[in-house]
């Protein structure tokens, strides 16, 4: 089975590293592709570069064989749809099952997402739990996309981490290192990341 976490990773952080971790773990993963991408259609758009963010994810992984980096959204500009990047990488990956990897924040999203009944047909989705969101939520949405027994809840360490509040303490000058993996660090200091915005 290959995972394939999707994300604005903008920075990605040690919660990300350690849902992998824990996905890949528990569903006996062969593959992790963490995929950046270029524009979600359904948030604000990125505020480091495509370039900037995909390499922060190859720092951040490169220590753990089985997690790799696909450039396949960033390389295709415009708004990132799941169902064309699964699209892509079902040809690439013509033998493997291949699992979606969420955070719980998906439910406020999935039912906006192009196509995602077709998606979920043939893509298993897993969702990590995250404070401050739902799980019984998440059954009613599984069972409005008629996914019940394709969306997989599964419990991993709860991590309080956001790109989101690592980006406010950058601008306002608090602690953050202990947040990123340390390579991740390093990157945004030594190119001024996220200082002004
Ligand atoms: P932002 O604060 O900018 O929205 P984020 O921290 O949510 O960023 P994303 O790049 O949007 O990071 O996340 C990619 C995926 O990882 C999403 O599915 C998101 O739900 C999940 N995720 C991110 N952080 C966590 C966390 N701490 N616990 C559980 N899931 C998470």
């Known amino acids: 089975m ?12 040690v919660g990300h590293v350690a849902i992998a971790n824990e996905v890949a773990g528990g569903f ?28 922060m994810c190859r720092l951040a992984t490169r220590e753990n064989p089985i997690f790799s ?10 708004p990132s749809y799941a169902i064309d990047t699964i699209e892509i990488l079902r040809e690439a990956y013509p033998d493997d099952e291949l699992a979606l990897i969420a955070g719980m924040d998906i439910v406020d999203e999935l039912l906006e ?14 969702v990590v739990e995250r404070p401050g969101f739902d799980e019984a939520k998440l059954r009613d949405v599984a ?26 303490r950058i601008k306002a000058g608090l602690a953050y290192r202990h947040l990123l993996h340390d390579h991740v660090y390093q990157y945004i200091v030594r190119h001024g990341l996220y200082r002004d915005r």
């Open 28 to 55: 006996k993963m062969d593959q992790v592709l963490f995929v950046p991408n270029s524009r979600s259609p359904l948030r604000q758009t990125p505020i480091a570069t495509g370039q900037d963010r995909s390499e």
């Open 113 to 126: 997402w192009r196509d995602s009944s077709r998606l979920l047909e043939n893509t298993l989705m897993i």
């Open 69 to 78: 980096v696909s450039t396949v959204e960033i390389d295709r500009d415009g």
């Open 2 to 13: 290959i995972g394939v976490f999707g994300g604005t990773f903008d920075p990605i952080h």
């Open 143 to 168: 069972r409005e996309l008629g996914a019940e027994d394709r969306i997989l809840p599964h419990r991993t360490t709860p991590l309080d981490i956001s790109s989101t509040e690592i980006r406010r």
